[in-house]
């Protein structure tokens, strides 16, 4: 099956602690990306990439870190997790730019 | 930046309405796509559509871009069409691949 996957689903931590989401596709997509979906804000991107060892920012890249050492798994890091990075986290793929993305299921993080 | 504004923030209707919703954007886009998230929160890509119309089932979406906007249209309506319904604009070459969305439509579609 087709499918784009996020660990952990749910989450909760405190300010300052590293953490990583973990996102893998298994449809060979090119391009993969990260958004975060806040009340009354939307979703707004956080980093994307075209394919492997490519990656740029979005609208609101502070605060986080990505890779892309593999086609199938592009993680989100936070080194440093603050309160205001609480949020709901998307990632999608999609062929080889970001028509027709594929999205996973969602990660809720809490950093108290 | 690039704006993007959603209308109407919020539409309630009876099964079996139809409805149109409207996405209007302040810069000149190289494509533009709608989506839909659930009530439990999945997100689906409904349509990419830089230009034109393009129509699945009882969804259809119209973009001018040399009007800067577009719009979507819901026909026959049915509870599972419930949701918030986003639209996004992928900037011009210089800004790279980056989508910035609206703040969404949020559609109850009561029975």
């Known amino acids: 099956e087709a499918q784009v996957t996020q660990n952990p689903r749910y989450l909760i931590t405190v300010t300052g602690k590293k953490l990583t989401v973990t996102c893998s596709q298994n449809?060979?997509?090119?391009?993969m990306s990260w958004y975060r979906q806040d009340p009354g804000l939307g979703l707004r991107q956080i980093y994307y990439?075209?394919?492997?060892?490519?990656?740029d920012k979005g609208d609101v890249p502070e605060g986080y870190k990505v890779s892309r050492k593999e086609k199938r798994n592009f993680p989100l890091i936070l080194e440093s997790p603050s309160p205001n990075q609480t949020s709901l986290y998307f990632c999608?793929?999609?062929?080889?730019?970001?028509?027709?993305?594929?999205f996973g299921p969602g990660t809720r993080l809490l950093v108290l | 930046g690039i704006q993007v504004e959603q209308s109407p923030p919020d539409l309630i209707l009876q099964e079996g309405a139809n409805s149109t919703l409207r996405c209007n954007f302040s810069?000149?886009?190289?494509?533009l796509q709608w989506f839909h998230q659930n009530p439990w929160g999945q997100l689906i890509n409904l349509f990419y559509?830089?230009?034109g119309t393009k129509q699945n089932g009882r969804l259809s979406a119209t973009t001018v871009a040399t009007e800067r906007y577009s719009l979507l249209y819901i026909s026959s309506s049915q509870t599972t069409d419930s949701g918030v319904y986003f639209c996004?604009?992928?900037?011009?070459?210089?800004?790279?691949?980056?989508?910035?969305f609206g703040e969404g439509t949020q559609l109850t579609v009561n029975p």
């Open positions: 999608a793929s999609s062929l080889t730019g970001p028509e027709t993305q594929y």
């Open positions: 449809m060979n997509h090119e391009y």
């Open positions: 990439s075209m394919n492997v060892e490519v990656t």
């Open positions: 810069d000149s886009v190289n494509n």
């Open positions: 559509i830089p230009s």
């Open positions: 996004a604009v992928e900037l011009g070459e210089t800004s790279g691949s980056r989508l910035t």
